[in-house]
């Protein structure tokens, strides 16, 4: 069960974070993997057992369709997987103060990447494939100083949608991952957003790359056969609602103000 033996699977963003370790999963289960990413991925290969590692700008439409294309050649078939993983942070400045340019660039790497990932990729896989999309909760909730990130996300859950929709005849699913604040390059242990994440989660913790990639790797595998255009949210149950930490923190925050 869930074995991804003999299968192929490229994945952008494949350089660090949870790109890298859905990389490690999917060679352990049995794939071989080809990573994509804007840096030097030569040791990343070897760490995660993948067989090659191509440099791309993912925001590029001709560097995604380049580096398919690699990466087919180097799998000698065409592909069964395709994580769209390439993404950039962005927090901090409210709506009121954020810029246009700063609104292209997010947009130009979470969604221009994973709309160019769809149309290319999908020239490049087999019938009956998977792509898996990496969202993020942001997409489904409205937190201030992350509009642009937020909406970014939103449009990769809305793709989804729209592909796994236009891709059904072939048999291809397209399903998006949503992960709440993980533990990466982009979100180091110091980062302001950790412990505001580990109060808001019901389960009490920011989440680490080893905790997303069981989902990847469903999604990849035909356990996941009947499911497509669904957004999974990862999240230690942020979403599900009001955590225990939360209101504790308020209910402290209205004593200190009622005293």
Do not use: W
Request: aromatic residues 4%.
């Amino acid at each position: 069960m869930f074995s991804l033996k003999g299968m192929t699977a490229a994945i952008t963003g494949g350089t660090s974070g949870i790109g890298e370790a859905v990389a490690a999963r999917f060679t352990a289960a049995g794939a071989r993997v080809v990573i994509i990413g804007r840096r030097d991925g030569s040791e990343v290969a070897r760490r995660t057992g993948a067989i090659a590692a191509v440099r791309a700008d993912c925001s590029a439409e001709a560097e995604v369709s380049r580096a398919l294309h690699d990466a087919r050649d180097a799998l000698g078939e065409n592909l069964d997987v395709l994580v769209n993983n390439a993404g950039v942070e962005n927090t901090g400045p409210m709506i009121a103060d954020a810029t246009v340019e700063e609104l292209n660039r997010v947009f130009a790497i979470n969604t221009f990447a994973v709309f160019h990932g769809l149309k290319q990729g999908a020239r490049v896989m087999k019938d009956g494939g998977s792509i898996i999309n990496t969202a993020s909760i942001a997409a489904l909730l409205g937190i201030p100083g992350y509009s642009q990130y937020s909406a970014s996300k939103a449009a990769v859950v809305s793709l989804t949608r729209s592909a796994a929709v236009e891709l059904a005849p072939r048999g291809i699913r397209v399903n998006s991952v949503c992960p709440g604040s993980v533990f990466t390059p982009m979100l180091p242990q110091d980062h302001p957003e950790v412990p505001v994440a580990a109060r808001m989660s019901p389960l009490g913790r920011v989440g680490t790359t080893d905790d997303m990639v069981g989902v990847y790797h469903f999604l990849a595998s035909a356990e996941s056969r009947y499911m497509t255009g669904q957004a999974l949210v990862v999240d230690g149950g942020i979403v599900a609602g009001v955590s225990l930490g939360t209101l504790e923190a308020v209910a402290t925050m209205a004593a200190g103000v009622v005293s």
